[in-house]
């Protein structure tokens, strides 16, 4: 596509319930991202996707997160259980090869809200 | 760990120069970038620089880098209100990726 899409672009669900963030990057892009948006912790990372595979998944805050890439495109976030510090906004990004002199190009985000 | 800090808020009259500062403690950075955050958008990358260059410029931005120091500034020539938005520093650790560690971000502010 045009540019990375993130799908839904709102989420509001109660504790306790499981969500499910979907990116579709850039096509080509093997390399994709997770990045959240609160307002207590700023920017984090979450999770780097090389193809289908995630080298570098430190960021996860806790096992009640998990992410998936399937034919080197999509990927899913899930978030199990949610809680309400789980509320941000979840950006996704993705770059052509991962190499650190490249653009990222990032999505708008999903805003979730945990009531 | 790593920390990247900037100032919360800039002002500037349309016209004026805006510079935006930020530090930086991890000094293996050997890439550091500027972000723009529009409203209701995603992060837009403006620029960024290698750790071994002082400067870059790019048509009204100019980068500053100061390794001794860990800091790195922006500098918008002639602002205007369209680039009223939120400024992210960010350095990239050093992995073969871009994993980021992004700063507070500075809310610029553009008055005709």
């Known amino acids: 596509g045009a540019g990375v899409s993130q799908s839904p672009s709102n989420k509001v669900t109660e504790k306790g319930k499981d969500v499910e963030l979907r990116c579709d990057p850039i096509s080509g892009h093997t390399a994709l991202y997770w990045y959240r948006q609160s307002l207590g912790q700023g920017l984090e990372f979450l999770i780097y996707f090389q193809g289908n595979s995630a080298p570098d998944k430190s960021g996860l805050p806790s096992d009640r997160f998990s992410a998936e890439r399937t034919g080197g495109s999509v990927s899913t976030l899930t978030i199990q259980r949610t809680q309400q510090e789980d509320s941000a906004v979840y950006l996704c990004a993705s770059s052509l090869d991962g190499l650190r002199n490249e653009k990222l190009f990032f999505g708008s985000g999903t805003q979730l809200s945990v009531l | 760990g790593e920390d990247v800090e900037q100032s919360l808020f800039l002002s500037v009259r349309e016209g004026d120069s805006s510079v935006i500062n930020c530090t930086y403690t991890?000094?293996?950075?050997?890439?550091l970038y500027w972000y723009k955050q529009e409203p209701g958008a995603g992060l837009q990358l403006l620029t960024y620089i290698f750790s071994n260059m002082d400067m870059k410029q790019d048509q009204r931005l100019t980068v500053l880098l100061n390794k001794k120091d860990k800091h790195l500034s922006l500098r918008i020539a002639d602002t205007q209100t369209g680039d009223s938005a939120i400024y992210f520093c960010?350095?990239?650790?050093?992995?073969?990726?871009?994993?980021?560690?992004f700063g507070t971000g500075t809310r610029l502010l553009v008055s005709p």
């Open positions: 991890d000094s293996s950075s050997t890439y």
């Open positions: 960010a350095e990239s650790m050093n992995t073969g990726f871009q994993k980021l560690v």
